[in-house]
């Protein structure tokens, strides 16, 4: 099984590409940016460990983890947010991990992890391969505007905390170009795909 993660800044359209693997590939796929939430749930194995770490004061009335006052707790503190990344991170790695197992027992060829912050996570240790998506600034302000109601104030904020052009480049193994429409976007991948021996004609 190839394990590819896909990286990027936020609106480059890892989205698209992890999708084009999903839909057309029959590939396993896993969404790393949402998994921590879902573990933080009541059932959910970081929500006991969050709870003793940071006591009742960040739990809802229903008992459930108030991720709003957790947010604003970490805010700015980078010994708490340090706390609760070492409670949540090896819990998502595990996951992962399991997940790639499971894919690879039911026999899968492709596992796609995407995550924005991939590299700073270090799940690249156990990709065969990261690529990352590149678009241009404007481009992706655009996509952000029309298809989540964002202000360019916004994106350029959420863009400010992420890795540069720059440095995604140097960190990961190949760049897939998203400047055009999603044809080419997909022409693109398969031409890898190709070239990794992962695509027949
Ligand atoms: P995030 O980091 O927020 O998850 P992302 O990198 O996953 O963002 P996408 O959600 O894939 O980005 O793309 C942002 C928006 O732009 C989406 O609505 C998507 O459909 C659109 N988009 C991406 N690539 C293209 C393209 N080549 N042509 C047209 N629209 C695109």
New binding site residues.
């Given amino acids: 099984m190839f394990v590819l993660g896909i990286t ?12 084009y693997f999903r839909d057309y590939l029959d590939a396993s796929v896993c969404l790393a ?1 949402g998994i921590g939430a879902k573990l933080q749930a009541k059932d959910g194995p970081a929500y006991a460990p969050i709870v003793s770490a940071f006591g009742k004061d960040i739990l809802c009335e229903n008992g459930c983890l108030d991720r709003k006052k957790l947010a604003s707790v970490v805010f700015n503190d980078a010994e708490q947010l340090k706390i609760l990344d070492d409670i949540v991170h090896p819990l998502v790695e595990n996951y992962i991990q399991n997940e790639m197992a499971r894919s690879r027992t039911e026999g899968k060829k492709i596992f796609v992890v ?1 995550s ?1 912050i991939l590299i700073e996570v270090g799940y690249k240790q156990f990709c065969d391969e990261v690529w990352f ?1 590149k ?1 241009p600034k404007r481009i ?1 302000i655009k ?2 505007k ?3 109601d964002m202000t360019e104030s916004q994106a350029l904020a959420v863009m400010s905390r992420q890795l540069s052009d720059e440095e995604y480049e140097k960190k990961c193994d190949y760049t897939i170009k ?5 044809e ?2 997909f022409k693109r991948i398969e031409k890898r795909l190709r070239e990794l021996n992962l695509l027949e004609d």
């Fill in positions: 990027g800044g936020i609106g480059s359209g890892k989205s698209e590409v992890t999708g940016d995407e924005a998506v678009a992706r996509r952000l029309e298809t989540r998203n400047n055009a429409d999603l080419t976007l």
